[in-house]
């Protein structure tokens, strides 16, 4: 039996510490989950029975124990803040070690592309649902035409059961929503790559019978743009809530211009809206173009339900997500991606992921079933 490989996942937190579980119990990973939170550590642990993993106190600031904590590595994977990814990344870089992340920042996924110039390794950001799986869709639906016209990219995680004014409940990391709620966003509009200001350009659209309003948030399309720049007239994203919505997080950030101040959002939010499992993701992807001389359109969509994970139940978005940075470790670790420099997520063959144990939980049949 081979060795198993030693992974380092930074960030203990709603995320980080699924991922530490679905490796770990696989048994072709030896885990190691470091937070600089000790409480944030023995909290994944209480809940995950007999730890199938090895827990790490680290401050990711002190460079000399990151250093420490990456020896001898196959791969780090971060789920921590966004704004912790370049620091990882170089140290990653430097001493030959791969490294994924779920960073939804454009500004640290193109500091992330520059590091990966010359690399021995292989760096690959946004490995989480938007950006990351939505990537996939994306390209190979783009894929079946001959010509492309439009690409729209919507995404949400959502309450199962809303019951406050703004329809919704944290089920992720707070600073990224907060940023994806305010940085600038990338689309291509009439066929030039340009940005939109987030939290505008709302829509309403009903799936299954639910309305629904989506408008611009940053960092969902990754590297798309880029890649459909000149192939495309229109491409988006957008973020799917509950109608109301934007219209309290435009009082809040604009209005009340906490946009300049996050940490007192930050402190409001988690002190007011409630964390929740019960939740639901939803996938809609749309692509229009021509095939055989003839416009047509198809549509990717799926809705993913909170469900038991390891004798505990998770969320949507801790699923999806955590299964997503699980199933793009393993593809690199079969050899399915690139072995070096910066990785795309639209390199990534669809079929290959919904076939990779991880993965498979964006398949209709998992989806269906819950």
Not at 18 to 31: E, I, P, R
Not at 78 to 88: D, G
Not at 241 to 265: C, E, S, T
Request: hydrophobic fraction near 45%; glycine fraction near 8%.
């Amino acid at each position: 039996m081979p060795p198993k490989k030693s992974i380092l996942v930074v960030g203990a937190g709603k995320i980080g510490a699924v991922v530490a579980d679905l490796l770990a119990a696989c048994g072709d990973y030896a885990v190691t989950l470091a937070d600089r939170d000790a409480a944030a550590l023995e909290s994944g642990a209480a809940f995950a029975g007999e730890r199938l993993y090895h827990a790490l106190t680290l401050d990711v600031a002190d460079e000399a124990a990151l250093g420490r904590a990456l020896a001898g590595r196959y791969a780090v994977l971060s789920a921590a803040p966004f704004h912790l990814t370049q620091r990882i990344a170089a140290l990653a870089r430097r001493q030959g070690v791969h490294y994924l992340d779920l960073t939804e920042d454009v500004a640290s996924t193109r500091a992330i592309r520059e590091l990966a110039q010359g690399a021995e390794t292989a760096l690959i950001p946004q490995c989480g649902l938007a950006p990351g799986f939505i990537s996939i869709v994306a390209s190979d639906l783009a894929s079946r035409f001959d010509r492309l016209d439009s690409v729209r990219l919507r995404v949400g995680a959502l309450p199962a059961y809303p019951s406050n004014a703004l329809n919704y409940n944290l089920t992720w990391s707070t600073d990224g929503v907060i940023n994806e709620y305010i940085e600038p966003c990338e689309a291509i509009v009439d066929g030039r790559r340009t940005e939109v200001p987030a939290l505008e350009e709302r829509e309403e659209f009903s799936l299954d019978g639910v309305l629904y309003e989506a408008f611009n948030t940053s960092g969902g399309l990754g590297t798309l743009c880029e890649t459909l720049e000149g192939r495309v007239r229109t491409l988006n994203y957008r973020t799917i809530r509950y109608p109301g919505h934007a219209a309290i997080m435009k009082a809040l950030l604009n209005d009340l211009r906490l946009r300049d101040r996050r940490d007192v959002l930050k402190d409001i939010l988690e002190n007011a809206v409630p964390t929740t499992t019960q939740d639901v993701v939803i996938v809609f992807v749309t692509v229009a173009g021509w095939r055989e001389g003839r416009l047509v359109q198809e549509t990717y969509a799926r809705k993913i339900y909170s469900a038991m994970v390891g004798g505990r139940m998770r969320s949507a978005i801790q699923i999806t997500t955590a299964s997503s940075l699980a199933a793009m470790l393993d593809l690199l670790a079969q050899g399915q991606l690139p072995q070096r420099g910066f990785v795309r997520q639209e390199e990534v063959d669809l079929a290959a992921f919904l076939g990779n144990r991880f993965g498979a939980v964006y398949a209709p049949a998992a989806a269906a079933s819950h």
